[in-house]
């Protein structure tokens, strides 16, 4: 399950996952939330927060991930990433070059450094 963070500057987009999150998850609430930010900007910020919650991703969520990354691959301005989740850090850490925007790990217990870095 995807729930959107609020209360975040109107280019910045959060979203936290619990549970397990799905393809439906990425439909319903991050692609058109996506969409609608760059409809009025043309670059955007993300803050992703896979707490302790979050137990793991289904194949066609993670499928959903890469689609709208590469979608709107030049439209990422900076990205968050707050985990604990070691495949999930070493993931970001491998793919991170592959995106040209500013992308930064956090842990739990700096979420709230990561959201102000995320909408400086």
Known sequence: MIEQIQDL??????????????AADYEAVIVPSVERTLSKHSKMRILYHLGTEFSGFEAAAMWEDMKIGLKHLTSWEKIAVVTEVDWIRAAVKAFAFLLPARIRLFNNSEFHVAREWVCE
């Open 9 to 22: 500057p109107d280019n910045v987009l959060g979203f936290r996952a619990k549970g397990i999150v799905t």
